[in-house]
């Protein structure tokens, strides 16, 4: 078995010499052909324990591929990368961090096309396929990113994976995405380190979503927030999409739901269990409007009281799950 592994590791050519020989049948414009080599070479690689080099035919495949356009291509051979990552136990550190951002860059933003006419069968038939593509790029990004965090979380990061990649993540589910799902975008930006961009997302959400949403965007970011014990950053965000509202001069929804918000996070600022269970209480029927808001309420009890859950093997990193942000 060890000679075995050995006679493998022999065989196999400096993984520089591969690279050159696949971008030339990428070149030459063979995507596909190209891919199947970069699949098999780097498995070669990773099974003769060459992960460095099955990383870097991974990488240069992966941007090539997205550069030349070919993004179920480059989104594949990324997500092998993050994939690999984990499998060689490769740590947490500011290099790798690097290499994940190379690839993600590559990932096109496009914006889909202005001014059509929809009664044209020509026009709607364009329309089509751009929110196909769109659709495609961020499904590709999000599985390879999606894979970088949980990489990231097992080799060194936060428990929950890097903040840089969870905002690099939301940020591009939400400027790709032909329609967006606010809610799943929420999950990675609570989990990353940037507010304030986080509020610019919910702004611009309020000024294009159906009436009755922006409040309920605005209630689930903030309680997303203090699920995970961070008071300091659901206040931020609040503070920031009250001032973003009154810049671009956008009525902030003064409902049930943001006056119980705003009164919990006053409540969560000392020592105060009877109020916030009479907060619960009094805007129930603001809370039952998602169903999600009284897992999460339970949660923000245990963190911030010391409450025991109903049911101590749920949590908050099963809700994600739940909620797909895994």
């Known amino acids: 078995m060890f000679r075995e592994r050995v006679r493998r590791v022999i065989q196999q050519p400096p993984a520089q010499e591969n690279i050159d020989k696949l971008e030339k049948?990428?070149?030459?414009?063979?995507?596909?052909?190209a891919q199947q080599m970069y699949k098999s070479t780097s498995a070669r690689?990773?099974?003769?324990?060459?992960?460095?080099?099955?990383?870097?035919?991974?990488?240069?495949?992966?941007?090539?591929?997205?550069?030349?356009?070919?993004?179920?291509?480059?989104a594949e051979l990324s997500l092998l990368f993050a994939e690999t990552l984990a499998k060689a136990n490769v740590p947490y550190d500011e290099d790798t961090l690097d290499r994940v951002r190379k690839i993600f860059k590559k990932f096109p933003r496009l914006s889909l096309p202005q001014h059509l006419e929809l009664a044209d069968d020509d026009d709607l038939q364009k329309l089509s396929e751009a929110i196909a593509a769109a659709k495609t790029r961020v499904e590709g990004c999000a599985s390879f990113m999606k894979a970088a965090i949980k990489w990231s979380a097992e080799f060194g990061a936060h428990r929950y994976g890097s903040p840089e990649l969870h905002d690099m993540l939301a940020d591009y589910m939400y400027s790709e995405s032909p329609e967006v799902d606010i809610s799943k975008v929420s999950l990675h930006f609570v989990r990353g380190r940037n507010p304030k961009k986080f509020a610019s997302a919910l702004v611009n959400f309020m000024?294009?979503?159906?009436?009755?949403e922006?409040?309920?965007?605005?209630?689930?970011?903030?309680?997303?927030?203090?699920?995970?014990?961070?008071?300091?950053?659901?206040?931020?965000?609040?503070?920031?999409?009250?001032?973003?509202?009154e810049l671009k001069n956008i009525n902030f929804p003064n409902s049930e739901l943001t006056q119980f918000v705003n009164y919990l996070l006053l409540t969560l600022q000392r020592d105060a269990l009877p109020l916030f269970n009479m907060l619960r209480q009094t805007y129930k029927s603001s809370i039952d409007r998602e169903s999600t808001f009284n897992e999460l309420l339970d949660e923000i009890a245990a963190k911030f009281y010391n409450v025991r859950r109903r049911n101590p093997l749920e949590g908050i990193g099963d809700f994600f799950k739940m909620m797909g942000g895994e």
Do not use: F, W
């Open 25 to 33: 049948v990428v070149k030459e414009g063979n995507y596909y052909g």
């Open 207 to 212: 000024g294009k979503c159906y009436p009755g």
């Open 45 to 74: 690689y990773a099974s003769a324990e060459r992960y460095t080099d099955a990383l870097n035919v991974l990488q240069s495949g992966s941007c090539l591929q997205l550069d030349k356009g070919q993004i179920t291509c480059g």
């Open 214 to 245: 922006d409040d309920l965007a605005i209630g689930r970011a903030i309680l997303m927030y203090l699920s995970l014990g961070n008071l300091r950053d659901a206040n931020k965000l609040m503070d920031e999409v009250k001032m973003e509202v």
